[in-house]
């Protein structure tokens, strides 16, 4: 219970909750086993579909891990600039986890939706609004974990977040553009594009 704890009380900007996580390399892996087992089911379904639509499906697949990956390697450049190495693993077994956080609130945010407003179709300008709120949750969220976690001043936190987005945002802004034009957005919300 000690994770799910400390998700809870680091998205509500309580320190305390960095003390729920486990430094060292088994945590962390056990942080990533979820990211690394939705690429692999997601590569295995991906065979599955017609074959024209299969690259497609593989993007889709390992784009996540990808963006994943591509985080904590930054944060971890960033962590030994800082001289913050030893504190890295917690920290990064944390930001994982609590990575989840944001899309489990949009889940329901869609689901209470669907509730209110029940047989109407609910608008893409509706999700994208959703999907909007908790990106920006997730900029916070990322900012906080690095803050508590890395012990670092809030503006070294606020730079940590910027080095992590930019190259993931690159990223899927050239993903979008190449074939075959993934656009995460549309993908996460199941909107229409």
């Known amino acids: 219970m000690a994770i799910p704890l400390g998700v809870w009380l680091l998205g509500r900007g309580r320190s305390e909750g960095i003390s729920c996580f486990a430094p060292g390399a088994g945590a962390l892996l056990a942080a ?9 089911i997601g590569v295995w379904m991906a065979f599955m579909v017609p074959s024209s639509e299969r690259i497609m499906g593989l993007t889709r697949a390992v ?8 985080q904590l390697v930054v944060s971890e450049l960033y ?3 800082l001289n913050r190495t030893g504190l890295w693993s917690r920290y ?11 899309l489990a609130m949009l889940i329901v945010a869609q689901g209470v939706l669907h509730l209110v ?12 609004g959703l999907a909007f709120g908790a990106q920006l949750y997730t900029l916070w ?5 690095t803050r508590v976690g890395l012990v670092t001043t809030g503006w070294q936190a606020f730079v940590m977040t910027a080095l992590q987005t930019a190259p993931v945002g690159i990223l899927l802004w050239v993903l979008w553009l190449l074939p075959p034009h993934y656009n995460a957005v ?8």
Do not use: E, F, H, K
């Open 186 to 193: 549309v993908d996460l919300l199941g909107l229409s594009s």
């Open 32 to 40: 990533l086993a979820p990211t690394i087992a939705l690429a692999v």
């Open 92 to 102: 990064a077994t944390a930001s994982l986890w609590c990575g989840w956080l944001p």
């Open 63 to 70: 784009v996540p891990l990808v963006c994943t990956l591509l």
């Open 141 to 145: 969220l990322t900012w906080y974990v």
């Open 117 to 128: 407003l029940p047989g109407t179709a609910v608008s893409d300008q509706a999700l994208a």
């Open 79 to 81: 962590a030994r600039m």
